[in-house]
């Protein structure tokens, strides 16, 4: 059985780990959808696919996971939601089981696959929107994600980035 | 002569068929290009294209509106506005006048086409963004609409669809 | 029950209708889907979307078919095939049953939705590739057409125009 | 030396005008890069690329800027802000040198062009952004570009166009 | 009097020089359009919308013509042929009047503009899609092009890139 | 050190995997790119990026290959060939050296990237298109690929799907 489990992962935090494991003791084999994939460089987006899906891996492997059993891909936006399901089929390996708490996404998926309500893990604590606005502020960030991923962002000089396009979409950027 | 009516239609109301209904008193044939077809499942464009034109069908069958004398047709959107007139032209029959009230639409149309000014019917009453509204807090919207409409959306249940779309849009969906 | 008719109709011929009609004899309301919506112009595609659709509307009105139980809608490309069944969903009314005699169509569609085979009626005559080869030769293409269709391609002068984009094509276009 | 100068010029205003002539006193072309250029008919894009083009060509012909060292080129946008520099440069004459005081900006390119820091003049005074409005609420913005966009912008009754656009995007557009 | 001349200007040759000197005999001003603007490295276009401009400004400047008279501004495709005029018009500065020999050309732009019939200088000569393949087996077809496109496709080496590209589509790419 | 394989893999035959293994003799990490992502159920791109993955990941598994020191990882294609280099680098990990023997791919990354010249293992035997030449024709074309994609292709009923394929362009598909 594979389990699927779709996010952004700007970035890839503690709960979005804790699942992927959870997911993989209940199943053969894990896909991780990087969605948004064309997106970079944006305050919701700052990190491109490619740094993401290498965060994620290097955070499974740092998690003594078996990468054998896991599918990291990058999945870019389909405008036309009603298509999503098959959007999502055509870029992954056959998925038998979405792993979501999200009643969106079981709303789109759940007449064409099972869909398997999950808790987020820590919800207020693990979000990676908060994780965005702790790494501008210079707050303790990383405390809430896989030592893996803070060295890659470290690495990437990624806080710097994030801060100078967050000015730069808050100053009037226009002249 | 031929008369266009554009909308979004999310949902068609008795605003709107009230207008189509005069267009039809006016002109041998109604067009009814409903616009940004290819959205759906979002907060401002609940209903996919296919709905939209189901409901507009059985609105004006429900109407004794002959609808041999009417065209239904899904528009996709063109961000480049200059394009507009023949980006419409381009998917529907051709069109000899064009109804709206909206200077917008004039302004982008009226070197092109004939635009004739029509004013809303009750515009605060018959208001699509406000009937969604009523959707989402369980008030009296179906009266708002032809039966056939509010039959239709609650065939496919609408309503509950619209609510989850709101929840997830304003709560973070990232986790 | 919803039965639906796929094609290009470039131009919509006797075959077309006979099948058109037939679905009609089986089902309650048929929908047209006029497919590669977005081309017009070209040999393959000389009408417009809005074109087609004119001449499919006029010639069912002339068979006497009940405009009331059809849906005509235009649909543009998608360039992932394997979204292909959703890609329809989204813009046509829900449809229970596929009218083709094409194994690829059968392929792509046969998981998402009942498809029924059918044979082309007499496919070498009624053809519509076939039909614009004779438009260009100035042989006799008006019998294998509604008499509909033929007035109004001739409304339009569209026999002048697959000439001139023929020409285009085949003559050196580049300078 | 080639210099690039790059803005979405809604509309080119003196800030903008300094800037390109002191390129000019520094390098032997200047490229004007249009940004944004499939947009137009919007609050923040209300002229379309060509209307741009015209106007800073008219500016710099008026300035006796020689024409014969720029270059004006449209550029529409890539979503994908990674691709950026390779985008520009598919559309654009080789540059050697991109002037910007943007630090997000500099942040894409500098990896793969040299860019020179340069300190708009006046900001608080030539800002496009509060051009827009000043021209919505009839203030004199005409002394902030040049005389050549002033006319050009009455030519085109680009005020009007532009409070037409102001008000739909904040009236009700739907009904 | 503004008039264009469109074309992908692969290579620009003399041709396409001659006519442009003499539509500036006419009209006040000259807008050269370059089609297919995001297409390079293809054997149908191997320069760069960037290194087309670069070229046909660098000839008509060795010719002595005025460019503050003229605008060269790249057009990106658009797929729906029926928009192509109002595409055009979005882009460009506003034109009086199309200088074409193409009856393609001719038909989608009657319509809504003046064109006026060219007959191309030498043809069989001045003839993009020639040059390119005499440029791929090493004939003399610099004589056919300015002297200032000859100089910069030695710059750019576009004669081996040409070559390359040349094989790569012929030869089975695919492994 | 981190190296590049781009391919179509239609499908993943012994040539690739051997490519695969030399690459992982030389390098600390492999990025295998599926160029062409958003194609499918086409004579050229029979398979899904989805299921391209699969293949090429239990291809690598019964190799015996270390999968924690690869990605597999799907591209779509863009269209504007200049831009490619940055295409690539916002969707994969950062790559170091890219392995191909083609000229042309070379041509278009060398100025961005190392690029190492490789020699197709037996080019006549290993080719992919010659592949799908054998699947239509019944030939024995298992030998050619790795086990685990042989019985991949024949799980997914995959030679079945390519002759429907096949017939489907060969025949007059419009009727």
């Not at 990291?72 to 870029?91: G, Q, V």
Request: glycine content about 4%; charged content about 25%; proline content about 4%.
């Amino acid at each position: 059985m594979r389990g699927l489990l779709i996010g952004r992962f700007q970035p890839f935090h503690n709960g979005h780990l804790m699942l992927a494991k959870s997911i993989l003791d209940e199943c053969d084999e894990l896909i991780v959808a990087v969605a948004s994939a064309q997106f970079n460089y944006l305050v919701k987006d700052p990190f491109t696919a490619g740094e993401r899906i290498e965060m994620i891996h290097e955070a499974l492997k740092e998690a003594l996971v078996d990468i054998s059993r896991c599918y990291i891909i990058p999945i870019i936006n389909d405008e036309n939601n009603t298509r999503w399901f098959l959007h999502l089929s055509s870029y992954l390996p056959k998925f038998d089981i979405v792993y979501s708490g999200n009643e969106y996404v079981k709303m789109l998926l759940k007449d064409h696959t099972k869909v398997k309500d999950v808790k987020p893990f820590s919800r207020d604590k693990f979000n990676a929107s908060k994780i965005r606005e702790m790494m501008i502020n210079d707050q303790n960030w990383k405390v809430l994600v896989p030592n893996a991923v803070a060295n890659f962002i470290e690495r990437i000089d990624g806080v710097n980035r994030l801060k100078i396009i967050a000015r730069s979409e808050s100053m009037p950027q226009e002249w």
